[in-house]
């Protein structure tokens, strides 16, 4: 069965310092995508970042990064220059072709501090 | 363009009683999810619809049902409601254009169901 575990419940961040997020995942499948995503307090989630599996690099948005190790099933997010407003949970999300439907990690939230 | 509508935002029902909850798209898009998110649970998915279809459903008891009408909006329903089934219920939304449903999903700001 394809999961998604992500290790760390909670994370703490000074402002303009950098975190990284971690996520794995098991799939036995090859085309599948893999997301981050945030939901701040007020609870509408906002994707951060979508990496296809096929392509080799690393999917980057603004201060928002990826680092994509395939063979090891990990798929961590790097937060730089940190913000108070990125203060929310993060949600790593993984979906394979055929499914329709997306498989969530339990969440990390993330606390900015000033 | 507007985002994914969510009616009602907040809701209160009693134990045995039904209740639909309501899910505007995006415009244009085609692809509707359902997910129900608990404290304990997670975000677990509950079902998918694509013009009217539905191509995919969690495991969830038959209590649980969803539709989708030709405007692409989408209702889910939940009979007989347990204390269990209190959650926030969040429709994500999706062009429906990639090859098997792997286009990024688009969260509406859910609705918050109490059951006491």
């Known amino acids: 069965a394809q999961t998604v575990t992500q290790s760390q419940p909670e994370m703490s961040v000074q402002e303009a310092e950098t975190v990284t997020l971690s996520c794995t995942y098991d799939?036995?499948?090859?085309?599948?995508?893999l997301f981050w995503y945030k939901q701040p307090p007020s609870r509408q989630m906002i994707l951060v970042i979508r990496q296809e599996a096929y392509k080799q690099q690393n999917a980057t948005e603004n201060r928002f990064s990826v680092n994509f190790q395939k063979a090891a099933k990990s798929f961590s997010l790097k937060i730089s220059d940190s913000q108070l407003g990125d203060a929310a949970m993060y949600f790593c999300?993984?979906?394979?072709?055929?499914?329709?439907?997306?498989?969530f990690g339990t969440g990390t939230r993330l606390k900015v501090l000033a | 363009k507007a985002g994914v509508t969510q009616t009602p935002r907040y809701l209160i029902k009693t134990r045995g009683q039904q209740v639909t909850l309501s899910c505007s798209p995006i415009s244009g898009h085609r692809s509707v999810s359902w997910y129900q998110q608990t404290p304990g649970q997670g975000l677990q998915f509950l079902f998918e619809y694509f013009s009217e279809t539905q191509r995919n459903k969690g495991n969830f008891p038959g209590r649980f049902s969803g539709r989708q009408f030709s405007n692409s909006r989408s209702e889910m329903n939940v009979s007989t409601l347990e204390l269990g089934d209190s959650a926030l219920y969040l429709c994500?939304?999706?062009?429906?254009?990639?090859?098997?449903?792997?286009?990024?999903?688009?969260f509406g700001p859910g609705t918050r169901l109490t059951v006491l």
């Open positions: 999300a993984y979906i394979y072709k055929g499914t329709y439907k997306y498989i």
């Open positions: 994500a939304s999706s062009p429906g254009v990639l090859a098997g449903g792997t286009d990024t999903q688009y």
């Open positions: 799939t036995s499948e090859s085309d599948y995508y």
